[in-house]
């Protein structure tokens, strides 16, 4: 069965840190991984999604690495600001038709 | 944004009650999701369906039940409410190929 983790589960740096948020996974075997921005009591915001055949994806500040074999991602925010303040999760899909298994998240305060 | 809603987006109940949470897409996505989520928790996926008339129950064991008579609507019923199912539920949906997309969620509290 998939395992996802997460470290650390909380984080706080100074505004304008460049900083790398983790995730493992346990079965290396998967279709595609999703990183996740959650606000509290609000829904989940997709904000990069990479296949199993790529290596990174980038959005703005973010950008999100993926190595399948050592079943790691890592989410890479640039020049942190008080606005990104917010629970990231990722989720690892096995295969197209499966569900996502989720991270435990990590809870990132950006103090201005 | 991704075109998935939910409604109520807070709801407030008595014990006892029947209520049915609305969750509808207009992406057209064959699969849907209801997870659950305790404030500061984990997310636990409760129910999905890959389809039309295609429904299962995911890896948390819930009381409430779902039904899928069309593509776009995925609607979740609690047949009789109690304090432990306070909550908030999260619905989402996903293509083949796309990203899961979640719905702003529904609060539920059981008095």
């Known amino acids: 069965k998939q395992e996802v983790t997460q470290i650390p589960a909380a984080l706080s740096v100074p505004e304008g840190e460049n900083l790398v948020l983790n995730c493992s996974f346990t079965?290396?075997?998967?279709?595609?991984l999703q990183w996740f921005r959650q606000d509290p009591g609000k829904g989940l915001t997709s904000l990069l999604l990479?296949?199993?055949?790529?290596r990174e994806q980038t959005s703005g500040r973010l950008n999100a690495s993926l190595d399948k074999s050592s079943g790691r991602s890592t989410l890479y925010i640039a020049a942190s600001q008080p606005g990104d303040s917010a629970t990231y999760l990722c989720?690892?899909?096995?295969?197209?038709?499966?569900?996502?298994?989720f991270g435990g998240g990590t809870r990132l305060m950006v103090k201005p | 944004e991704a075109d998935i809603y939910q409604t109520p987006r807070y709801l407030v109940i008595g014990t006892g009650k029947k209520i049915t949470l609305e969750c509808s897409q207009t992406?057209?996505?064959?699969?849907m999701y209801w997870y659950q989520q305790d404030p500061g928790m984990e997310l636990h996926l409760i129910h999905y369906?890959?389809?039309?008339?295609?429904?299962e129950k995911g890896d948390l064991s819930s009381e409430s039940t779902v039904s899928r008579i069309r593509t776009e609507h995925f609607p979740l019923t609690l047949e009789s409410a109690r304090p432990s199912h306070t909550s908030q539920y999260l619905c989402?949906?996903?293509?083949?190929?796309?990203?899961?997309?979640f719905g702003n969620g529904t609060r539920l509290t059981v008095t």
């Open positions: 989720a690892v899909r096995q295969n197209a038709g499966n569900m996502l298994t």
């Open positions: 079965d290396s075997a998967i279709y595609n």
């Open positions: 369906s890959y389809g039309v008339n295609s429904t």
């Open positions: 990479i296949q199993s055949s790529q």
């Open positions: 992406m057209g996505h064959d699969k």
């Open positions: 989402a949906s996903s293509g083949t190929h796309s990203p899961l997309h």
